[in-house]
């Protein structure tokens, strides 16, 4: 019996981690082309980052908008950090150099997301 649960484990861990980062959502356009292009906008509601995979041009501005009922941040190490009170919404730059950028929410640690600059 222990070791079939610890078999189990074993084969659960793995696929754990490869759901994390995963989210195939870049490419995807809205049908908005026609009017205002949708922006590099970042939603905050139920405690996620949506998208939380946002790919940008490097030194895009990135608008997060909270519509949450409590505040929240987006703070990536020293690239850029922000709190966003409900219903706000709050801008940050990104950097000019292409690479990944990871962000959290410091007041709830589980949220996270990351932008890729191209
Ligand atoms: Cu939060």
């Known amino acids: 019996m222990r070791h079939m649960f610890a078999a189990a484990l ?62 929240h941040t987006a703070t990536a190490a020293t690239v850029f950090n922000v709190s966003i009170a409900p219903g706000a919404s709050a801008t940050v730059t990104t950097s000019t150099t292409p690479g990944t950028v990871d962000y959290l929410c410091t007041l709830h640690p589980a949220m996270k997301g990351s932008i890729k600059l191209n």
């Open 10 to 71: 074993l084969l659960a861990l793995p696929l754990f981690s490869a759901c994390a980062p995963a989210a195939p959502n870049s490419g995807t356009n809205p049908g908005n082309s026609a009017t205002t292009p949708a922006a590099n906008t970042i939603t905050i509601k139920d405690f996620k980052y949506v998208p939380d995979n946002l790919t940008v041009k490097a030194g895009s501005v990135v608008t997060f908008v909270n519509q949450d009922t409590m505040a």
